[in-house]
């Protein structure tokens, strides 16, 4: 049964770091995209990063540019993202989702606060 695992959450002062991490299982990882969401308390789930398959492109979204890392490694079958200066509005659940597959992980909350 293809899943994915998310991990990495936590509660972190504002501009402080954490790395969250995506395990995926039962599907062939390296030949699909990996995408990052997020959804904060009250509002709706949102795109924040993209990896291709082989990791040659990553795309962001506007809030998030120059801030998170999205990466992975197909040997371990995971796949991170990075964030650095953290502030309030990312506190939200993240999300790993494999598109073309229609998988979603359950999430890791992030709360960032002082």
């Known amino acids: 049964q293809a899943r994915l695992v998310e991990s990495g959450g936590g509660l972190v002062q504002p501009g402080g770091s954490l790395r969250l991490s995506c395990v995926a299982s039962?599907?062939?990882?390296?030949?699909?995209?990996i995408t990052w969401y997020r959804q904060a308390p009250g509002k709706e789930r949102e795109w924040v990063a993209t990896v291709t398959s082989r990791g040659g492109m990553t795309r962001y979204a506007d809030p998030v540019e120059g801030r998170f890392t999205i990466s992975r490694e197909n040997a371990k079958n995971t796949a991170y993202l990075q964030m650095d200066s953290l502030n309030s509005e990312d506190t939200a659940v993240y999300y790993c989702?494999?598109?073309?597959?229609?998988?979603w992980g359950r999430g890791t909350q992030v709360t960032v606060s002082p």
């Open positions: 039962g599907y062939p990882f390296s030949d699909y995209d």
């Open positions: 989702y494999a598109p073309s597959r229609g998988l």
